[in-house]
């Protein structure tokens, strides 16, 4: 007999961004979902929508006093590396004290809490990282993610912390994509590309995160903290090129340049790769290959 839960009251930080809208969308099937927005409003049919700043403790109240969440999903974040590198006050407010302002307004105490971290909590130096290998974040943003991490655990016990790769997918309606867009755009246009040949990542396609965490709320959980990559190892310069491909783009715009090159030696990872073996055996899932998932995008 096929087991299929109750339906939950779901809460979804960051709604108009790349990870929250998909989530929304397909959670929203079986669940009821709320989503949140800081400044520009949103409209997602099947959610509720909650305004919501990280830095207005009263907004953060209100929304979860009004919804009263079974499960709050923590998506919405300050990404821009760059953007936290040049102010790190914001960068921690936003994702460090965001998080415990959130933590602490949660109203039902038997609530789940899912922290959408990333791969950038890692150095870059021992690759593919595992779930308890230690983290030494070298960027601005990899530090104020790692601390919301800490928060997390010290906060509330009954979470769950998922690292996320460099994702990848369809754009959502409201024109937040991924780095494939900007991909995408630039080859369709012949632009000139810099891409990184010696910085590797594990890219995850969104469909494979939103069926993690579809399972990962609904089955008791065995473990606290989870990596989701893709199931290859591969640079920004070679995903490109395998975009070009498939696309039947000409890859002679795509320019192969080094961390050194661009003088970004001391700011990213090389190597940031991770291990998610984990969770392919936690869920039974099977990580979506490059090449098929970009087929699905641009059928």
Aim: aromatic fraction near 8%; include cysteine; hydrophobic fraction near 40%.
């Amino acid at each position: 007999m096929l087991y299929h839960p109750q339906p939950k009251k779901i809460l979804i930080t960051g709604g108009s961004g790349f990870l929250g809208w998909h989530l929304a969308v397909h959670l929203s099937r079986r669940h009821h979902v709320a989503v949140t927005y800081r400044s520009r409003k949103i409209s997602i049919p099947t959610c509720q929508v909650f305004q919501l700043d990280l830095e207005r403790p009263f907004t953060i109240k209100n929304c979860l006093t009004r919804f009263n969440p079974d499960i709050i999903i923590h998506a919405a974040a300050m990404a821009n590396t760059t953007a936290c590198k040049q102010n790190f006050t914001a960068a921690r407010n936003v994702n460090v004290r965001g998080a415990e302002r959130l933590l602490r307004s949660i109203v039902n105490p038997g609530a789940l809490f899912v922290y959408i971290s990333t791969d950038l909590v890692f150095d870059g130096e021992h690759a593919p990282y595992r779930e308890k290998d230690d983290a030494h974040p070298i960027g601005v943003y990899g530090l104020s993610k790692l601390e919301a991490e800490r928060a997390v655990r010290k906060l509330w016990p009954n979470h769950i912390i998922l690292r996320t790769a460099l994702l990848y997918g369809p754009s959502n309606p409201f024109g937040r994509g991924s780095f494939l867009q900007w991909l995408d755009g630039g080859l369709q246009r012949s632009e000139p590309l810099n891409l990184f040949s010696d910085e590797y990542r594990t890219p995850a396609y969104v469909g494979d995160v939103v069926r993690a965490v579809q399972d990962l709320i609904r089955r008791e959980i065995h473990y606290r903290t989870y990596h989701i990559g893709g199931p290859e190892r591969i640079s920004r310069a070679d995903f490109g090129k395998r975009l070009a491909k498939m696309r039947g783009f000409d890859d002679s715009c795509i320019h192969e340049v080094t961390l050194e090159e661009m003088n970004l030696a001391s700011l990213r990872a090389r190597d940031a790769s991770l291990d998610s073996s984990l969770i392919q055996r936690t869920c039974l899932l099977r990580l979506t290959p490059i090449d098929d998932a970009l087929k699905q995008i641009f059928p």
